[in-house]
């Protein structure tokens, strides 16, 4: 009984700390703002423990509540979705190790992170002016009242990855219009691959690949080396590596800008 009283008190202490953070002043204008949506691998299926239980140093999560917009940021990054599944759901995506690649590479900065992800999205429900679009904007509008749009990261495709050669058009016309509604017409995009292990996503792969000669200003994670833990959502080890490469793709794309 005394375990488990210690258990909750640890629990709750953690709570409030976490929430305590979300109090700093961060009025100042100056959050380095990254949106990250698209579907079940960027809202994170992974298991999340060890250091990844951490909160980020430097780094805030916008919950969207009045008056308390930011926390330091842990995982679940997926939490405050305004569009997810079930809050059980939501572990390890690749927005953890992002944020923490690009804080360790520039240390000066502080960072703030709109997760708007649900999983088993298609490309077609984040269509400019659908509701998930309209979503992701509005969060991020509201979330700039506290810094500058830096970037994007779309991780999506598993719904479709057997539709590859219709895709491409899709994924321009969301960015370009992302851009348009922001007003930032050379705003940094970084998109992942898909896990291959199944056959049939090797081509969405390769059409992934092929996106920065399409439009400008756009990286690609590639998901060579990684693994999952049921065929389509990557192991934490793999969200990890993921995470790491949209940060390296992120920063060579601002550096180029």
Known sequence: MFKYSLLFVAVLCCSLFIQSCSNDDLSNNNLDIYLLIGQSNMAGRAPISGSDLDTLQNVYLFTGVADNEWEKAANPLNKYSTIRKDISMQKLGPGYHFAKTMIENNASKTIGLVVNAKG???????????????????????????GELKGIVWHQGESDASKYDSYTPKIIALIEALRADFNLPELPVVVGQLSEDKVKRIDFNEMI???????????????????????????????????????????ELIQKD
């Open 120 to 146: 088993g999205t298609s490309i077609a429900e984040w269509a400019p002016n659908g509701d998930f679009y309209n979503e992701a904007v509005k969060q991020t509008k509201a979330a700039l009242e506290f």
């Open 209 to 251: 690949l092929q996106l920065p000669d399409e439009i400008e200003h756009v990286g690609v994670a590639t998901s060579e080396g990684t693994s999952t833990i049921d065929s389509t959502h990557f192991d934490a080890a793999s969200q990890k590596l993921l995470g790491t490469r949209y940060a390296i793709k992120m920063q």
